[in-house]
């Protein structure tokens, strides 16, 4: 998977489904278990074979971290281009910072490339922390309206309004 994501290459809307489905599974289980990843991206999913389409996924947990009831995390940490705009504003957070980072593989897999890039790292945190990103390539003409509704809904900016786990 990280092969093809680095070679740029972009999968179907059948194939990203396939890749991403048991990584939302994993993280709403994990959730319910009070653990935040917070490192969710293509580098840190594991598969049982080199067919990832049928191979069984699971998740690095090197950043994961406990956050239950009523607690927050504070720990500015994550991988540059997929860590959630709310720790990067060093912002008190939850789980959601984990379906941002879905969101940001999701849109990778569709389009083979990242929806805030810059090479300067200060730059790219400042796009994050907006959220503007587009959808005007030609692949997106070919991804379904649920699918792209679903990323939009996965890269608010504001982590209160993006997806939670019933809604996915």
Request: hydrophobic share 40%; charged share 25%.
């Amino acid at each position: 998977l990280f092969d093809q994501i680095l070679k740029k290459e972009k999968f179907t809307e059948r194939g990203a489904r396939d890749v991403i489905a048991p990584i939302f599974d994993a993280l709403i289980y994990c959730h319910k278990l009070g653990i935040v990843h917070r490192d969710i991206k293509p580098e840190n999913l594991l598969f049982s074979t080199k067919d990832q389409a049928t191979a069984s996924q699971s998740l690095d947990f090197g950043l994961a971290r406990f956050v239950e009831g009523d607690a927050f995390a504070t720990t500015t940490c994550g991988t540059p281009g997929y860590v959630a705009p709310e720790i990067l504003a060093e912002k008190p957070y939850k789980e959601s910072c984990d379906f941002w980072s879905v969101g940001i593989v999701l849109y990778i897999l569709l389009t083979g490339e990242p929806p805030f890039y810059d090479e300067d790292n200060f730059e790219l945190f400042e796009k994050i922390k907006t959220g503007n990103y587009t959808m005007n390539q030609p692949v997106w003409k070919e991804v379904s309206p649920e699918v792209i509704d679903l990323i939009k809904k996965l890269l608010l900016v504001e982590p209160s309004k993006r997806l939670t786990a019933s809604q996915i």
